[in-house]
């Protein structure tokens, strides 16, 4: 553990994302809610940054390729004190720093990602990187299950399993939408454990809002003796934390307004002390 457990709670997460949203009048919220707890769990129990330093030589690498899940990551970002709370009030404001996709200029950002399979496919080359330097760094990519329709995800998986990067790990966030649908009706997927075991992972599927579940899996998967690469497939609830927005897909796209902000966060800052 690299840092406090009282920190990254799942409702601060959510609010903080609600107020970045609000001032910046900006989308994707429900696709940074279903990932708020699998960042939870990595930030507080398994990425390793010395010194909590976002530019450590021998820091673990985690990678959004989902990159359009950014809030949810830039409020993880906050706990950590590398983001000042003028850079969420002041979201998308002009001269913002903060975009609606990862952008590698922004600490803690390893990759500007949002051109969906890219982020994936750069953090398999890290993992490699870090293999060749004989390092003991761990990389994670975090892709959406709408994502894994891109052909890079599955050369990347190939590539991964060839060279044997035990150190790499892929975090699916399978929350059954896609921006124009459900993944269902767009381009059905079948069973994601199968396909990744298939191209030579070690795989487990795990509720991706059970916090305990999260962290005992990826212990689980580091702590196997095969040199396979990692898949972590979490069942997630687009838009979670909020009824209103839960596998309801206009939230993609869709913006608060003063009524909408206002009920979300009294479902969500309800339970924030």
Not at 137 to 142: C, E, G, H, S, V
Request: glycine share 10%; proline share 3%; net charge negative.
């Amino acid at each position: 553990m690299t840092t406090p457990s009282r920190l990254f709670d799942p409702k601060m997460l959510r609010k903080t994302v609600l107020d970045m949203a609000y001032a910046g009048s900006t989308v994707h919220i429900g696709c940074a809610f279903s990932i708020i707890e699998l960042l939870a769990v990595l930030y507080r129990n398994h990425l390793r940054y010395p010194d909590n330093d976002p530019f450590a030589e021998s820091r673990d690498y985690f990678i959004l390729s989902k990159g359009h899940g950014v809030m949810a990551q830039y409020a993880c970002l906050r706990e950590l004190g590398w983001l000042k709370d003028e850079a969420f009030s002041g979201y998308f404001a002009d001269g913002s720093d903060l975009k609606g996709l990862s952008d590698s200029r922004v600490p803690g950002l390893e990759v500007t990602s949002g051109s969906l399979g890219h982020g994936y496919s750069v953090g398999v080359g890290m993992a490699l990187g870090a293999k060749l330097r004989d390092t003991n760094q761990k990389t994670y990519a975090l892709v959406g299950d709408g994502e894994i329709n891109e052909g890079p995800i599955w050369e990347g998986a190939l590539f991964a399993a060839h060279h044997q990067l035990k150190n790499f790990m892929v975090i699916v966030d399978e929350n059954g939408f896609q921006a124009m649908g459900s993944t269902e009706e767009v381009l059905k997927l079948g069973s994601i454990q199968a396909k990744f075991e298939s191209f030579g992972f070690e795989a487990v599927t795990i509720d991706g809002h059970d916090q305990a579940a999260i962290d005992g899996a990826i212990t689980q998967l580091w702590a196997s003796a095969l040199t396979s690469p990692k898949a972590l497939i979490a069942k997630t609830v687009k838009g979670k934390g909020v009824p209103f927005m839960e596998n309801n897909n206009i939230w993609h796209y869709t913006r608060l307004d003063s009524e909408t902000y206002a009920q979300a966060l009294t479902v969500v800052a309800g339970c924030v002390q």
